[in-house]
């Protein structure tokens, strides 16, 4: 497990000035599945800050930063648009293999 937290003042970083993508959760599942959130039982994926099931619609490609690491890096994640958009920055736990590394600038 990693300890992350929401990034601060990303709401300028846009995927297309980065990536291919038009968006960061499109770009995300370039190298991951949405299969890795899926909650079989109820066909709903769990956001892994808030644990709430959500269609994947719901979802923004969010910018996390490592806690209590010397990694600076940016990593894209899914996270519910409640988690992504509000300004709470409480660490929390998520499986590593689901950080994705924000690429620089083209
Ligand atoms: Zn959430």
Redesign the pocket.
């Known amino acids: 497990m990693t300890k992350v937290k929401n990034a601060p003042n990303t709401g300028d970083l846009k995927a297309p000035d980065y990536t291919e993508y038009s968006s960061w959760i499109e770009y995300w599942e370039t190298e991951n599945s949405r299969l890795l959130l899926l909650d079989w039982n109820k066909w709903l994926y769990k956001?892994p800050?808030?644990g709430?099931l959500f269609a994947w619609s719901k979802f923004d490609g969010a910018h996390v930063i490592k806690v209590y690491s010397i990694d600076s890096k940016k990593y894209i994640l899914p996270?519910?648009q409640?988690?992504n958009r509000g300004k709470d920055e409480t660490p929390f736990d998520i499986d590593n293999n689901l950080l994705l590394p924000m690429p620089n600038k083209k």
């Open positions: 956001c800050k808030c709430g996270l519910c409640g988690c």
